[in-house]
């Protein structure tokens, strides 16, 4: 599982220049600059099941 996090216009090019086996598996897009942010606040912009133990074993 992949998930790719840029400014919509890097995560446009990102989906252009990916090899069809790696866009495969690509299973969560966030198109937002989130850059500037802290871990906390990078964490606030991103799904909740993301950090839900079950997705990490």
Do not use: I, N
Not at 24 to 49: C, F, I, N, S
């Amino acid at each position: 599982m992949l998930g790719l996090v840029a400014p919509p216009a890097f995560l446009g090019l990102l989906r252009k220049s990916l090899p069809d086996e790696t866009a495969r598996q690509v299973v969560l897009e966030v198109d937002k600059d989130l850059t500037r942010y802290d871990a906390e606040g990078v964490r606030a912009h991103l799904p909740k099941r993301l950090f839900e133990t079950s997705l990490r074993s």
